[in-house]
C-alpha cells in the first residue's frame, strides 16, 4: 500500500485565488512528521511547511497552511493568494519515527500546479 | 542561503563513462546523507543512505557496484554512476536530515547518457 497518497495529478487555480492540494497518509506510527516541497522546473526542493504528528494547531509558513486531520490521516496543503511563480509540481512527504533507512522520506507522487492568471 | 550544496546541476557522459556526484552540508555535520532518484513526471525514489565512515545502505533494487557512494567526511557525500548506460539518465538529488523536523536538498544534477 501506497505510504503517502496524492490523489491529484494536476490542479488549476486563478490567480489570487486560494487552493488546496490533498495529501493522505498511511502509518502505524504514533509520532511521524509530515512535509511539503515544491519543485519547479529547475527541478530544486524547495521546503514549505511541516507538520509534527503531536502538533495540536495546524502549521502555517506566510501563504501557506497545513489542513492536518490526523483521524482521517490527511494533511492537505493550503495556499492562499495564488502567484503565477506557484506554478510547480508539489510533493507531500512523510517521515516516520520507526522508518526504515534512517529516517528518509517518503515522498508521494506528486501534484502538478498550474496558476493562470 | 543554501544549506546543501549539489555539484554538478548538469552532466551530459557517453554510455560506459563515470560520473561523479557531490553533495555536501554546509551549515552543519551530517552523519547521515540520501541520495533520491527522479525519473521524468514521477516522485523522488530513495536509492541508498549514505552514512558518514561507514558502507551505504542501499534500497532493493538499486545495484551497489553500479551506483558506488563515499561518505568520507560529515559534510561530503559522493555518488558516482559507474559504467552509465541511457537508462541511467535521470535526476538525481541528496538530502540532508537535521533532527526529525527537517530535511534539506541539494539542487540536484540531471544526469544524460549519451
Known amino acids: 500500500a501506497q505510504k503517502i497518497t496524492q490523489t491529484q495529478p494536476g490542479m488549476f487555480v486563478q490567480e489570487k485565488e486560494a487552493v488546496t492540494l490533498d495529501c493522505t497518509y498511511d502509518?502505524?506510527?504514533?509520532?511521524?512528521?509530515l512535509f511539503w516541497y515544491k519543485q519547479p522546473s529547475s527541478g530544486e526542493m524547495i521546503f514549505l511547511i511541516y507538520q509534527g504528528s503531536y502538533d495540536e494547531q495546524n502549521a502555517t509558513e506566510g501563504r501557506y497552511s497545513l489542513n492536518f486531520q490526523k483521524a482521517r490521516k490527511s494533511a492537505n496543503l493550503v495556499i492562499s493568494a495564488s502567484q503565477l511563480g506557484d506554478s510547480a509540481m508539489y510533493f507531500c512527504a512523510m517521515r516516520e519515527a520507526s522508518g526504515g533507512s534512517q529516517g528518509n522520506l517518503i515522498f508521494g507522487k506528486g501534484t502538478k500546479l498550474s496558476v493562470k492568471p | 542561503g543554501a544549506v546543501v550544496s549539489q555539484h554538478p546541476s548538469r552532466v551530459i557522459c557517453k554510455s560506459g563513462t563515470s560520473v561523479k556526484i557531490e553533495c555536501r552540508s554546509l551549515?552543519?555535520?551530517?552523519?547521515?546523507m540520501f541520495w533520491y532518484r527522479q525519473f521524468p513526471k514521477q516522485s523522488l525514489m530513495l536509492m541508498a543512505t549514505s552514512n558518514e565512515g561507514s558502507k551505504a545502505t542501499y534500497e532493493q533494487g538499486v545495484e551497489k557496484d553500479k551506483f558506488l557512494i563515499n561518505h568520507a567526511s560529515l559534510t561530503l557525500s559522493t555518488l558516482t554512476v559507474t559504467s552509465a548506460h541511457p537508462e541511467d539518465s535521470s535526476f538525481y538529488i541528496c538530502s540532508v536530515r537535521r533532527g526529525f523536523t527537517e530535511a534539506f536538498f541539494g539542487q540536484g544534477t540531471r544526469l544524460t547518457v549519451v
Open positions: 502509518t502505524s506510527d504514533q509520532s511521524y512528521g
Open positions: 551549515d552543519f555535520q551530517a552523519t547521515t
